[in-house]
């Protein structure tokens, strides 16, 4: 079955870039799947960040899109976030995570603590 | 931006109780409706697709129900590892949304 693992910094100086990279295991990133980037925090709760596919096409929140990318690396297996800019309001966990037929998140990825701070 | 609304936000049940949760969206979005449970730890675990069909492998004590504005997630016979948080979340525009949560306690 598909496994997901994020990886990346867990600490990022403010206004510095958050980027983060998850691993697709067990499937291939090209199997016309869309594959997601969803963030939580205990104030904010669960925030879509936005997906792509494995084309390259992509949707972001409109409350992110200036300071977000999503990209695929086909050959690694992988996809990519980045956020510029980054504040301590970026400080949460960051899951990835297959995006199902129904817009359904399935499965995720155990999720990484990003904190921003100096 | 499409507005979910959980209720309760926390609720005391015991083993063996039936509870339902509810989830409003602030417009209509037809069955475009998904559950989560998550755990303290891990990531938000799809328990409802499309409103009312059950993920592979989940017990069949969940259920769930609504179309257009109102959905329900219903636990038949609460089991001591249901006491956890659920989430809806609505797919059918984006940007993709979820609601706040419904902790379940003892």
Partial sequence: QVQLQESG????KPSGTLSLTCAVSGGSISSSHWWSWVRQT?????????????????????????????SVDKSKNQFSLKVISVTDADTAVYYCARVGEWVMFDPWGQGTLVTVSS | ????????????????????????????????????QQKPGKPPKLLIYAASSLQSGVPSRFSASGSGTDFTLTISSLQPEDFVTYYCQQSYIIPRTFGHGTKVEI
């Fill in chain 1, 9 to 12: 910094p867990g600490l990022v």
């Fill in chain 2, 1 to 36: 931006d499409i507005q979910m609304t959980q209720s309760p936000s926390s609720l005391s049940a015991s083993v063996g109780d039936r509870v339902t949760i509810t989830c409003r969206a602030s417009q209509s979005i037809s069955s475009y409706l998904n559950w989560y």
């Fill in chain 1, 42 to 70: 205990p104030g904010k709760g669960l925030e879509w960040i936005g997906e792509i596919y494995d084309g390259g096409s992509t949707y972001y929140n409109p409350s992110l899109k200036s300071r977000v990318t999503i």
